[in-house]
């Protein structure tokens, strides 16, 4: 079956930077389209970048310069750097993919930005 591992959160002060990585299986890891989203306390989730199977990448307009989202197709991972940390980082930090009409979802790696 799909199985998306999320690592990397923690607490890190404001203005600092952390790697998540998500390691997928069960797919065919190169042809799928990898997502990060994230979902603040009390707030909806929201999309926080995307990359494609051609390694084309979108961003929501607000971590545009701030965060990059990679792939490594050997090890089936996609990364999501972010830089700069603030407050308003801090979040659940989901991986996401589809297959068919499936969405398959990580548990998540909380991300705690201290001011």
């Known amino acids: 079956q799909v199985r998306l591992v999320e690592r990397g959160g923690g607490l890190v002060q404001a203005v600092g930077s952390l790697r998540l990585s998500c390691a997928a299986s069960?797919?065919?890891?190169?042809?799928?389209?990898m997502a990060w989203y994230r979902q603040p306390p009390g707030r909806e989730r929201e999309l926080v970048a995307s990359?494609?199977?051609?390694?084309?990448?979108t961003y929501n307009e607000y971590v545009e310069g701030q965060f990059a989202i990679s792939r490594d197709n050997v090890r089936n991972t996609v990364f999501l750097e972010m830089g700069s940390l603030k407050s308003d980082d801090t979040a659940l930090y989901l991986c996401?993919?589809?297959?068919?009409?499936?969405?398959?979802w990580g548990k998540g790696t909380l991300v705690t930005v201290s001011s």
């Open positions: 996401h993919t589809t297959r068919g009409d499936m969405d398959y």
């Open positions: 990359i494609d199977s051609g390694h084309s990448r």
């Open positions: 069960g797919i065919n890891f190169r042809l799928h389209n």
